[in-house]
C-alpha cells in the first residue's frame, strides 16, 4: 500500500505563472488535506477536501489559490500568478472515509519562486 | 484562536539519555493531540497521540503526557538515539472530527554521539 504521492517534489517558477501540484491520496483513503510549511516554521492548515466537494478553506489565501479532488485523478493545489511569497513546502495528507482517524503525510512539494 | 507553542527551539542531548519536549496550546476544548517527527526534505511522520480523556500514553521508547490543567502537553524519548533527530511537531486537532490541525513551530532535537 503505498503511502500519499506528492509530485512533483521540487518546482520551480517565474514570478507569474502557474503552479500545480498534486496529491494521490493513499488507498481507500477519500479525505485529503493541504497545508503549507514555511522554512523554520509549522505546517499551516489551507483546505480539506472530499471527493469533489471542498469541506474547509478557512486556510485558504483569498486570491490566486485553488484546490480540488475530482471524482477521478488526484487532488490539485492551483496556483496562479505565483509571488516570491509563495515560496513554500506544500503537504498533502489523507485519511480515510471516517472521524477521528489519523491523517497521513506526503513527502511534500517544494515551490520555489524566482 | 487556538495557538501552539513549543518551550525550546533546539535540545542538544547525549546518544542514550532521555529527552523531553515540550508544547503548550490555548484552546481548553481541543480533544486531540499529536506529535510528528520531520526529517530534512521529508513530511511529516506520525510518532504519538493521546486524547483529552487520558493523560499519559505510551509507545515505543516514547511517552507523551497531557496536562489539560495548564494546557501542557510534552513527549519523552527513552534512550535518545542518533536516528531521533530532527524536528518535532506538537499539532492540535480543531473540534470537528477532521484533521485540520494547528502546528506548533517545532524543537529541533539534536543527538551527540
Known amino acids: 500500500n503505498a503511502g500519499v504521492m506528492q509530485n512533483p517534489r521540487h518546482l520551480v517558477r517565474r514570478r507569474g505563472q502557474e503552479a500545480r501540484l498534486r496529491c494521490s491520496p493513499m488507498k481507500g483513503h477519500s479525505h485529503v488535506y493541504w497545508y503549507r510549511q514555511l522554512p523554520e516554521e509549522g505546517l499551516k492548515f489551507m483546505v480539506y477536501l472530499q471527493k469533489e466537494n471542498i469541506i474547509d478553506e478557512s486556510g485558504m489565501p483569498k486570491e490566486r489559490f485553488s484546490a480540488e479532488f475530482p471524482k477521478e485523478g488526484p487532488s490539485i493545489l492551483r496556483i496562479q500568478q505565483v509571488v516570491r511569497g509563495d515560496s513554500a513546502a506544500y503537504f498533502c495528507?489523507?485519511?480515510?472515509?471516517?472521524?477521528?482517524?489519523?491523517?497521513?503525510f506526503g513527502q511534500g512539494t517544494r515551490l520555489t519562486v524566482v | 484562536g487556538e495557538s501552539v507553542g513549543l518551550h525550546l527551539p533546539t535540545l542538544s542531548v547525549q546518544e542514550g539519555d532521555n529527552s523531553i519536549i515540550n508544547c503548550a496550546y490555548s484552546?481548553?476544548?481541543?480533544?486531540?493531540f499529536i506529535w510528528y517527527k520531520q526529517e530534512s526534505g521529508k513530511g511529516p511522520q506520525f510518532i504519538i497521540d493521546i486524547r483529552s480523556n487520558m493523560d499519559k500514553r505510551q509507545g515505543q521508547r516514547v511517552t507523551v503526557l497531557l496536562n489539560k490543567t495548564v494546557k501542557h502537553l510534552s513527549l519523552q524519548i527513552a534512550a535518545t538515539q542518533p536516528g531521533d533527530s530532527a524536528v518535532y511537531f506538537c499539532a492540535v486537532r480543531v473540534s470537528g472530527g477532521y484533521n485540520k490541525l494547528i502546528f506548533g513551530a517545532g524543537t529541533r532535537l539534536a543527538v551527540h554521539p
Open positions: 484552546n481548553s476544548a481541543s480533544d486531540y
Open positions: 495528507a489523507s485519511s480515510p472515509p471516517k472521524e477521528n482517524t489519523e491523517a497521513f
